[in-house]
């Protein structure tokens, strides 16, 4: 793995390190855990297969359209919530969407939307006492889907396949459901989506607060 960062340097203690440093180095290797790290321009030329879009909405636009040819071919996959400015609301919705967005800049590239609903929290520990936390991707089906879905599979999470162009249109504003809950919920980031069976009850030993719906969608959080 690779990371993609406006100016990649190592990892070095804090008492190590230089007053300044040299010109920005093409890559550079992080002494904890040995994480890469590339130029942005480096690290989408350099990606074999996939791509990660993990950065603030307010950013995205203008990375894709500067890098935009040079991620041709490969699978996108757009983690970010289209948020305003002030990140109180979705700066779009509805009849389009952040990652459809993203796509008309880069039409060589194939976007996939997945990640946005999950914190952090959720991907470090995705096991809840209701399930495991899940996991959407939106984007018709075919090879790069299931890629897709192995590579959520990868990190813990139960995979979801939520549809085509409809389902891009609605996990951002769930996304931004997720972000209102941790506001409201007082539970902080540790909060997740669970889609378990009808026969697991709503009720939790570690105190866990469920919502249920018709589709037993339920939030959880600690």
């Not at 590339?38 to 894709?64: M, N, Q, R, S």
């Not at 796509?103 to 495991?132: L, M």
Request: contains cysteine.
């Amino acid at each position: 793995m690779v990371y993609g960062v406006r100016e990649p340097m190592p990892l070095a203690p804090q008492s190590l390190r230089p007053t300044s440093f040299p010109p920005e180095p093409t890559v550079s290797r992080a002494q904890a855990g040995g994480l890469a790290t590339k130029t942005v321009g480096g690290a989408i030329a350099g990606a074999d297969a996939v791509i990660i879009l993990a950065i603030p909405w307010t950013a995205a636009e203008a990375l894709v359209c500067e890098h935009a040819p040079a991620p041709a071919g490969k699978t996108v996959i757009d983690a970010t919530n289209p948020l305003n400015t002030s990140e109180t609301r979705l700066a779009l919705g509805f009849d389009t969407s952040g990652v459809e967005l993203l796509q008309s800049h880069a039409h060589a590239a194939t976007f996939f939307k997945a990640f946005n609903v999950t914190g952090f929290d959720a991907i470090a520990k995705p096991r809840y006492p209701q399930g495991v936390a899940a996991g959407l991707v939106a984007r018709p089906r075919g090879p790069q889907k299931d890629l897709v879905m192995g590579l959520v599979a990868d990190v813990g999470l139960e995979p979801v396949d939520a549809g085509d162009l409809r389902a891009l249109r609605l996990l951002e504003p769930l996304g931004m459901l997720r972000l209102q809950l941790e506001e409201t919920q007082g539970g902080g980031r540790d909060i997740a989506f669970v889609l378990g069976p009808a026969s697991r009850s709503g009720s939790s030993r570690s105190g866990r607060t469920v919502w249920r719906s018709s589709r037993r969608w339920r939030p959880v959080e600690k």
